[in-house]
């Protein structure tokens, strides 16, 4: 049996925890249902929220690339996924440069460039995203508008990004006009996990 | 009753605690630039937003990853030079701003079409950081 002193600390810490708990919630729940949160892309994420995220996406992205498999990728697919990076992917994250369209500049989060992309991502995970995309970014999934070689070759483009100059991303991505594969589909290709 | 007093003196005490944390929400009306400089730094800082400029620049006061595409802009209220040789002062950051291949034909910072309002905007924002 409990002394009545310890009785006493335990139902005071309890029905702290229990008032705070039911405090937060309600304030929660008041910023919620009364709007007051800012959804607008002019007014920007507290830092920690961004922070946070983006952190959170690493991980994500990492733990669902894991098995994806890495084919071997040429200079072939760096022309291809030149072409392929200039009409799908430039308008958002830019090149060496170029500017991205004007969606692309006031996007928030900012989709950024990719110049630095394979510094922080691995071929398997670059991939990953491009094609699944990333939820409440802007970040679209390609697996249904590209062809997974096409996916493969702008990854391989992307990977050569970082010593690249502007005259060479000119060079580049002036080449051919692209006739587009149709995309091979979610369910055969080795995808890595999709949930 | 002793549990209800003590649950009540908890409860005050963790009010009083939190009661700072309202204040960091506070206001923000900004560093003023250096005398001289035209536009609105408040308005240049939401434009900085809305032209990406954060997406290659680290720059305080606007939320974004930690990118090094291009040079942080932690300081350049105070730098001498800025674009490598341009001395910098509002009219040649205005110029950078809005048009590099200019100043560098082969930039890999894009001309991003920056308006002349806007430019003036954000470097009067820009030259607020030191």
Redesign the interface.
């Known amino acids: 049996m409990l002394s009545a002193r310890t009785r006493?600390i335990l139902?005071?810490a309890v029905?702290?925890l229990l008032?705070?708990a039911g405090v937060g919630a309600a304030v929660g729940f008041t910023v919620f249902r009364a709007g007051w949160y800012n959804i607008g892309a002019?007014s920007?994420?507290?830092?920690y929220v961004?922070r946070g995220l983006?952190q959170a996406m690493r991980y994500s992205v990492r733990h669902h690339a894991q098995d994806v498999k890495v084919p071997a990728l040429g200079q072939a697919a760096i022309l291809r996924g030149a072409a392929v990076y200039r009409d799908n992917c430039a308008q958002c994250h830019?090149g060496?440069?170029?500017?991205?369209e004007?969606h692309?500049?006031?996007?928030?989060?900012?989709?950024?460039?990719l110049?630095?992309a394979s510094a922080k991502w691995k071929a398997r995970e670059l991939y990953w995203i491009t094609r699944h995309g990333v939820k409440m970014s802007g970040m679209p999934a390609w697996e249904f508008r590209l062809s997974d070689a096409d996916i493969w070759s702008t990854v391989a483009f992307i990977n050569q990004m970082p010593a690249m100059?502007?005259?060479d991303y000119r060079a580049l991505t002036a080449g051919m006009a692209l006739t587009l594969a149709p995309p091979t589909g979610a369910p055969a290709a080795p995808g890595g996990k999709s949930q | 009753m002793?549990?209800l007093r003590?649950?009540a003196a908890?409860?005050l005490a963790?009010l009083t605690a939190l009661a700072p944390l309202a204040l960091l929400g506070g206001c923000d009306s900004g560093p003023k630039p250096p005398a001289g400089v035209l536009g609105d730094p408040q308005r240049g800082k939401?434009a900085v937003?809305?032209?990406?400029c954060?997406?290659?620049h680290v720059i305080p006061g606007?939320?974004?990853?930690d990118?090094?595409?291009g040079r942080p802009l932690e300081d350049i209220g105070k730098r001498r030079f800025i674009a490598g040789g341009l001395l910098n002062n509002q009219p040649n950051l205005m110029h950078w701003i809005r048009d590099p291949?200019s100043v560098y034909a082969?930039?890999?910072?894009?001309?991003?079409?920056v308006t002349e309002n806007d430019a003036r905007d954000i470097s009067a924002y820009l030259l607020t950081l030191d």
């Open positions: 006493l139902n005071t029905l702290t008032a705070a002019t920007p994420h507290f830092k961004y983006e830019g060496p440069g170029v500017s991205p004007g692309g500049l006031s996007m928030q989060p900012a989709p950024g460039p110049v630095d100059s502007a005259r | 002793t549990t003590s649950f908890a409860a963790a939401l937003t809305q032209y990406a954060h997406s290659c606007v939320t974004g990853s990118v090094a595409v291949q082969n930039s890999a910072m894009p001309n991003l079409g």
